[in-house]
Nanobody
Framework: QEYLVESGGGLVQPGGSLKLSCTASGSILKIYTISWYRQAPGKQREMVAQ???????DYADFLKGRFTLSRDNAKNTFYLQMNSLRPEDTAIYYC???????????????WGQGTQVTVSE
């Protein structure tokens, strides 16, 4: 079962914007943190940004303020607004959740399937 589903990726020109969504659904009791990671071809997966249950956000230093997290609690959806995109932002973007499921004895880590972001002329 997929608990986290990403959407919003695509092809964009340098300097453009995209807004990614991560929707949590299923037998989820509580979401503690939602993080965005990305993995470019031939590179390790790296953390981009994170938001906690109480709204605290954290961003990777290399973003230099270009990306912004937000959430819609009613929809259980988390967003990553990406502005001033560069070719080096090209990667598969993954949503990772630290969550407590109703059927699980303790919290666990769950990943979405990823969404491709390509920044190119």
């Amino acid at each position: 079962q997929e608990y986290l589903v990403e959407s919003g990726g695509g092809l964009v020109q340098p300097g453009g914007s995209l807004k990614l969504s991560c929707t949590a659904s299923g037998s989820i009791l509580k979401i503690y943190t939602i993080s965005w990671y990305r993995q470019a071809p031939g590179k390790q997966r790296e953390m981009v940004a994170q938001i906690t249950n109480d709204g605290k956000t954290d961003y990777a230093d290399f973003l230099k303020g270009r990306f912004t997290l937000s959430r819609d609690n009613a929809k259980n959806t988390f967003y990553l607004q990406m502005n001033s995109l560069r070719p080096e932002d090209t990667a598969i973007y993954y949503c990772k959740g630290e969550m407590q499921l109703t059927r699980a004895p303790m919290r666990g880590i769950y990943w979405g399937q990823g969404t491709q972001v390509t920044v190119s002329e």
